[in-house]
């Protein structure tokens, strides 16, 4: 085998922004097309990126577009370091670079013939909405479809004008929750997890699907558990922070897999003992 | 023919495992009730004499912070329970709730079901075990938002 056919894993493929959209106050999607149009990229939903913004750094992002839909790549990102900033900078016609894609994914095939529950808490939902898309072009193929979404106050909610048109065509339950509202706000306020008890799913057929901060993902796995779905049918993706994104440097060590290589979409009966623990 | 709410009891999450005698004395103290959206619930301060089961809509527990104005601290739905100021000494309500959606509820009376408790305390146990689990989960909810697990760490 020649050298030079074998793609390096570490060289960033330049991609030009087509357009930013403002999701939030803090949160924002790159819409970003290959500089090269022979470029080929396909993914599964939950796979991730490395984004380079060229002189600052590189960070790992959930791809958040339709898997269908490529070469079109929509990364949904929150402003939380350097490069984030740096990214929320760019404008369209600029140049970033992407490597990828890396890590497991939904089991958007497991959940055929089950009814599927979708717990997204935060920007978790953009690692999820891949998901979303895969589970609606197929709808047929799937019983009860249940989005169950927490975020921090109604004006963080992401991918709303979305959801409002998908709930409209689409035999899918949505149930939106925010931590705090005005009294102006119509809809539920609490904490995901407290969906979770009369939330119209059969759990001895259900899959789930979750995504959120650590600590949301535990307690809703507890809580669907309670309610009888099967350990080994909960799904979550996991965060740490990553270099490489192929599993050589360790910096997404989590007990003994890796974020970047073993997940970042792990089967709950898999990380079960190490999740939440503080040494891990 | 008299229709009893006993068979709704029966059926709900909230009395499974109660035993029929205890279900009657319940049913005795409960009404089917409606709130209109929009319509006040409860106030803040008065007397807590009742709680409710929410069969269907949407109730909103609130309370008015200065200079934000009526805030929504959390929210009930279809087969929850909303109210426990009833059991435990002044009796009084430290929130508002409003009806957001139209809502059905049953409705008890606090105060009979309080006299029915300490006449037969297995009733009262029975109550009390079932408003802990309430409460417990609802520390929990609370504890959860307290991390504002969303939040933005900068």
């Known amino acids: 085998m020649t050298a030079g056919l074998v793609p390096d894993p570490m060289l960033p493929t330049p991609y030009r922004i087509q357009r930013v959209r403002q999701e939030t106050d803090d949160t924002f999607t790159l819409e970003l097309l290959p500089e090269d149009s022979s470029h080929r990229f396909s993914f599964e939903p939950g796979q991730f990126n490395m984004l380079y913004v060229f002189g600052v750094g590189e960070v790992p992002i959930s791809i958040s577009s339709d898997p269908d839909d490529v070469p079109l790549l929509k990364h949904t990102t929150r402003v939380v370091g350097t490069v984030t900033k740096a990214m929320r900078q760019l404008k369209r016609g600029d140049t970033i670079g992407i490597r990828g894609p890396y890590g497991t994914h939904w089991p958007v095939q497991e959940a055929v013939g089950r009814d599927v529950v979708i717990a997204a808490g935060g920007i978790g939902l953009a690692p999820l909405r891949p998901a979303l898309y895969r589970l609606m072009a197929e709808r047929e193929r799937y019983h009860k479809i249940v989005l169950l979404y927490g975020t921090r106050t109604p004006e963080d909610m992401l991918y709303r004008h979305e959801l409002e048109q998908w709930r409209g065509k689409f035999d899918l339950e949505i149930q939106v929750t925010v931590d705090r509202a005005a009294s102006s706000w119509r809809g539920n306020v609490g904490v995901v997890t407290t969906m979770i008890p009369r939330a119209p799913f059969d759990p001895s057929n259900t899959l789930a699907m979750i995504c959120g901060p650590e600590v949301m993902m535990r307690f809703t796995v507890m809580e669907l558990v309670k309610r009888g779905v099967a350990a080994e049918r909960i799904y979550l993706s996991g965060e740490r922070n990553m270099k490489c994104g192929i599993g050589f440097c360790g910096h997404c060590q989590f007990g003994p897999t890796f974020v970047c290589k073993d997940g970042p979409v792990f089967a709950y009966s898999h990380i079960a003992p190490i999740l939440g623990k503080s040494e891990v | ?154």
């Open chain 2, 1 to 154: 023919m008299i229709h009893t709410l006993e068979p709704i009891l029966r059926d709900h999450p909230f009395f499974q495992g109660m035993e029929d005698r205890h279900i009657q004395l319940i049913a005795g103290c409960s009404m089917n009730v409606r709130f209109n959206a929009g319509d006040v619930i409860f106030h803040e301060g008065d007397p807590a004499d009742q709680f409710y089961l929410v069969r269907e809509g949407l109730v909103s527990v609130q309370f008015v912070i200065p200079n934000r104005g009526l805030t929504t601290i959390t929210t009930y739905g279809n087969g929850e329970v909303l109210g426990w100021s009833w059991l435990f000494p002044p009796y009084r309500w430290h929130f508002d709730a409003r009806a957001q959606q139209p809502t059905h509820a049953l409705a008890f009376d606090g105060k009979c079901l309080r006299g029915k408790c300490d006449e037969d305390h297995d009733l009262g146990y029975e109550i009390y075990k079932r408003f802990m689990q309430i409460v417990t989960e609802r520390l929990e909810s609370t504890r959860l938002l307290l991390l504002d697990m969303y939040g933005n760490i900068r």
